[in-house]
């Protein structure tokens, strides 16, 4: 039996009707599956540095670049790596303040302060502690305290830009740099400096660095997207 060409015509819209709904549905399903398994992270308030552009970075592209602190114009990176005299993993890069892509040599705008040349006032020493010993009269003989084993730790303190201040008086290491710098990054050039026993602590874009004599600095931990230390954990 042959179908007059007009049930023909209408055949041939139906079928391609349900074939546009089918694929609209799925575009609409397979969108709202996305999301859910994807959420969008949310990134803490107040985060400067895109840690993600430096790997990404095109050889031809060119960024802020910054030499001794100051603004020298436009070049790639390889171009302010060789105004800086440096290789070019020694440049730091992500956005700056106005949210431009910049490169700075490492913490070339924070060099590290001199160390505390006394020790830090201990938070527990307090001559109002009611727990101290009271003085010796004159003419006793002293007696000996018991030794106590302290727990492993050293102090941490914390360069403020003008003083060093004491956060804890007994800490690990990666106690103290999640106490100093969790939460918390800085802009290519910047740096923020603490000191955990006779360690000096660094934290620069992307991680944060550890140096026996306040001069040469080696990576201690990764910072990631969320300024946060997981290898610390």
Not at 17 to 36: C, P
Not at 55 to 68: A, G, M, N, W
Not at 210 to 231: M, V, Y
Request: aromatic share 4%; proline share 9%.
């Amino acid at each position: 039996m042959q179908l007059p060409n007009d049930n023909r015509v209408i055949l041939a819209i139906g079928a391609a009707v349900a074939i546009l709904a089918a694929i609209v549905l799925a575009l609409m399903f397979g969108g709202k599956r996305d999301q859910t398994e994807a959420p969008p992270v949310d990134r803490p308030a107040g985060l400067q540095v895109d840690l993600a552009d430096a790997p990404s970075l095109e050889p031809t592209r060119e960024l802020r670049c910054f030499v001794d602190g100051q603004f020298v114009g436009m070049a790639t990176l390889a171009d302010c790596a060789q105004r800086n005299g440096l290789a070019t993993d020694g440049l730091d890069v992500g956005l700056d303040a106005s949210g431009n892509l910049s490169a700075a040599p490492t913490a070339s705008f924070a060099p590290p302060p001199e160390l505390p040349t006394s020790p830090v006032a201990d938070l527990n020493d307090d001559f109002g502690n009611p727990g101290a010993p009271l003085p010796e009269k004159p003419g006793s003989q002293p007696q000996r305290e018991p030794q106590v084993q302290r727990a492993s730790g050293a102090p941490c303190l914390r360069y403020t830009g003008s003083e060093w201040r004491q956060i804890s008086t007994d800490m690990s290491l990666g106690q103290c740099v999640q106490a100093l710098y969790a939460g918390t990054c800085v802009r290519p050039g910047d740096a923020q400096y603490g000191q955990h026993g006779g360690l000096t602590l660094r934290l620069v874009p992307r991680r944060v660095e550890q140096s026996t004599d306040n001069s040469r600095f080696r990576i201690l931990a990764d910072q990631d997207r969320n300024c946060q230390f997981p290898s610390l954990n």
